[in-house]
């Protein structure tokens, strides 16, 4: 076999073998053919298998491909004010890299068409320098806090932001659930050890990351947040993000990825590219609690996740 078909094999089989390794993480058990083969299609699948098993090179992919490359996870240090401005990626570098550039400010979504802005660089609003604590931006917000109307809707608890406060990876969601109400810690439910499954797939877990949502408080039956709850609390999380400075976060969900980014663009027109939120880079995927719904979809959190992953090796 020519050296170069042999690569391109051997990559092939890599990047199966890292799908299927990925799927079964996240619980599928079987994998179908769905489309019929043509005349002499099984054949050459069935030469194509024969191929493989004969080749010595193949047949020791194992030994040689190396390891799915796994995120290196920063320890859970706390950090100074502006230590980490000068290791985030720069507006050029973002740009040049392809971004869609969304322009974000602390209010709530509003009517923009259904396309991303696309800014130039020196029209960009970028983080405000950190000037705070986590803590004290926990303390501020309180434990009863009535900054919306959904104080009175019957939440039992604030449900604040967990995690590394250190993280170059951050995970965004709109607002908790029951399960998250009752333990007053956001993903723990169903959707929670779904989305710990998904950290650990790019090799970090949870105490790496940080996991926060838009709003604090459940809104009565699951119902997305309203435009007025969301200014009151947006705000808070992003000073957490001034604070924290990821490099990359992963908003989860139509609701939070359009409320983060001011757009209404569909979840599945925004997810599989890094759009913008005010410099750091965001990549929207579908939410856990939709993928309980709907397992096919895990394929394409996977492709999202991969290319976070790629980019936060590339930066080291
Ligand atoms: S959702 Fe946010 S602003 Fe509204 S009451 Fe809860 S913590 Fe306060």
Redesign the pocket.
């Known amino acids: 076999m020519p050296a170069t078909e042999n690569t391109e094999i051997t990559e092939l089989i890599a990047d199966v073998r890292e799908q299927v390794l990925y799927l079964q993480e996240l619980g599928v058990e079987t994998l179908e053919f769905c489309g019929d083969l043509k005349a002499g299609e099984r054949e050459q699948i069935s030469n194509l298998k024969l191929e493989i098993r004969n080749s010595e090179a193949i047949s020791n992919f194992r030994s040689e491909i190396p390891d799915i490359k796994s995120v290196s996870a920063k320890p859970p240090e706390s950090k100074p004010a502006g230590s980490r401005l000068a290791s985030l990626p720069s507006l050029s570098k973002l740009l040049g890299s392809g971004p869609v550039r969304t322009k974000v400010d602390q209010g709530g979504p509003r009517d923009m068409e259904n396309t991303a802005i696309t800014l130039n660089a020196d029209e960009l609003p970028s983080l405000p320098e950190p000037t705070e604590t986590i803590e004290q931006i926990r303390a501020e ?2 434990a009863d ?7 009175g809707l019957g ?1 039992s608890k ?2 604040n932001s967990t995690g590394n406060f250190n993280a170059d990876l951050m995970f965004v969601g709109e ?1 908790p659930g029951a399960d998250e109400d009752e333990q007053g810690k956001p993903f723990v439910g169903r959707a929670g050890q779904l989305l710990t499954k998904i950290i650990e797939s790019i090799g970090l877990t949870r105490d790496d990351v940080f996991i926060g949502n838009i ?3 459940r809104p009565p039956g699951n119902r997305a ?1 309203e435009t007025d ?1 969301t200014i ?2 947006k705000p ?1 999380l992003k000073r957490e993000v001034a604070v924290v400075r990821p490099k990359v976060i992963v908003v989860l969900g139509a609701t939070a990825a359009q409320n983060l980014l001011e757009t209404k663009v569909p979840i599945g027109k925004l997810r599989g590219h890094f759009h913008d939120y005010l410099g750091v880079k965001v990549m929207p995927t579908f939410h856990p609690a939709y993928l309980l719904r709907d397992p096919h979809k895990k394929r394409e959190v996977w492709e999202d996740m991969k290319i976070v992953r790629d980019y936060l090796n590339a930066q080291g």
């Open positions: 917000i309180g806090c009535t900054r919306c109307k959904l104080s939440r604030v449900v607002a709003n604090r408080c947040p709850e009151a609390c808070y």
